[in-house]
């Protein structure tokens, strides 16, 4: 959409810039996400409900701190991203002035990347699709759309339509995951091992 703005060269390349940035950023809280996911899911299997609300908190608190520490860097240091990627003051001043929306960005996809792996160690999968699904297609591109094009913020309006549904998404799953009856889902997971394991003996009786 970028491509439609008035000056689209100096659009395009200052949204790159901020994902190629966000990319790379979230590499780190992807690999937390993955972490908790596994834990989650050990902690349930083992029949361990406090086990798996502790690693929550756990792998929660590191994305919090790291997102704070990574985003207050960037912050710092905004005038000299647009610099690394160009070496035309045009467009690192108009990144300088994209890096605050940028740094919200790195808080809110940090905490909804940890999320979203807890939501798949549950076995959440289709919640984490359904509020994916809500959070930009129903909110965040809209709002792109009003804000970029609508109400003339350009490159600035597209990025605050992604974080509004960022924000989106990351409060979902907060609220699903500080709802969460542990008990109930390790329950839940039990069964499902159980079931499994008659199955695969089953199995394996057949073949003998």
């Not at 950023?25 to 609300?53: D, H, K, M, Q």
């Not at 991203?81 to 467009?91: K, P």
């Amino acid at each position: 959409m970028s491509g439609l703005l008035p000056n689209p060269e100096l659009q395009t390349s200052v949204l790159s810039i901020c994902l190629t940035s966000i990319t790379l950023l979230f590499t780190i809280p992807y690999g937390l996400g993955a972490a908790g996911s596994t834990r989650v899911a050990n902690e349930l299997g083992a029949g361990n409900p406090e086990g798996a609300r502790s690693a929550v908190r756990v792998v929660m608190s590191v994305a919090v701190t790291e997102a704070v520490i990574v985003s207050g860097t960037l912050l710092l240091s905004r005038r000299l991203l647009g610099r690394a990627y160009s070496s035309e003051e045009e467009v690192a001043s108009a990144v300088a002035a994209m890096v605050p929306l940028v740094c919200i960005t790195v808080v809110t996809d940090g905490l909804q990347g940890v999320l979203s792996g807890v939501a798949r160690g549950c076995g959440w999968q289709h919640v984490g699709a359904y509020v994916n699904l809500g959070s930009f297609y129903l909110l965040g591109i809209p709002m792109a759309m009003l804000l970029g094009f609508v109400l003339k913020m350009g490159a600035k309006g597209l990025w605050m339509g992604v974080v509004c549904g960022s924000i989106s998404q990351t409060t979902l799953l907060s609220a699903i995951t500080f709802f969460t009856n542990w008990q109930k889902m390790a329950d839940e997971a039990r069964e499902r091992s159980l079931s499994e394991k008659a199955m695969e003996s089953e199995s394996r009786s057949l073949l003998e």
